[in-house]
């Protein structure tokens, strides 16, 4: 079956980093673009970042400078480097794997960025 497992998020003070982990099963990790979402309470879920199959990456403004995606693709794995954490980033952040159609989440990892 396919999973998506996310680790990595905690609580951690403004101005600190994190990084989360996406760890992918059960699809062909290679060909399917990646990213992650966060959604925090009362809010829409939206795109953070994302690394397509073929690396080019897109980040939402609000992150721009301060989150890395990248992927290893011999590890079936994609992360997010979160670096100058600020409140408002406080959510829970979603992987996501779509290819062809075909779209798949994983169950999320609170991230808390608070003093």
């Known amino acids: 079956q396919v999973q998506l497992v996310e680790s990595g998020g905690g609580l951690v003070q403004p101005g600190g980093s994190l990084r989360l982990s996406c760890a992918a099963s059960g699809i062909i990790f290679k060909i399917y673009d990646m990213g992650w979402y966060r959604q925090a309470p009362g809010k829409q879920r939206e795109l953070v970042a994302s690394?397509?199959?073929?690396?080019?990456?897109n980040y939402a403004d609000s992150v721009k400078g301060r989150f890395t995606i990248s992927r290893d693709n011999a590890k079936n794995t994609v992360y997010l480097q979160m670096n100058s954490l600020k409140p408002d980033d406080t959510a829970v952040y979603y992987c996501?794997?779509?290819?062809?159609?075909?779209?798949?989440w994983g169950q999320g990892t609170q991230v808390t960025v608070s003093s």
């Open positions: 690394i397509t199959r073929g690396i080019m990456t």
């Open positions: 996501n794997a779509r290819f062809s159609g075909a779209e798949f």
